[in-house]
């Protein structure tokens, strides 16, 4: 982990080194697509990462929010791309509750046609609304 000297470092090469983004040219569209937020404000490219700013990453259902705990401009290995981010426990809530709305709306939607027990009830209920 190489850690700059009291300098920042570009925003897609950092989350490019947290691991958020598999290449530098993912980090930048999602950057440029309003998709990363940095200090509650949309940013560039190359805005400089400060140690203990707040950058909010959205991927795909999810939204993160870490705060920089330190700076690399290298790739590493996972465990180490971890250290260089602590997700605040707000994020944590937030994506955990969501997770959880999503599987209870996945459970409700069934992909299969009622069998004919099924039918009767259905008919039987439609009845009772229309009397």
Known sequence: MNESNGQGVRLDKWLWAARFYKTRSLAKEAIEGGKVRYDGDHSKVGRDVKIGALIRVRQGYEELEVQVLALSDQRGAAPQARLLYEETPVSKEQRER??????????????????????????????????
């Open 98 to 131: 969501a997770a959880l709305e999503r599987r209870g709306a996945n459970a409700l939607v069934s992909h299969e046609r009622p069998s004919k027990q099924q039918r009767r009830m259905i008919h039987r209920f439609k009845r009772q609304l229309s009397e």
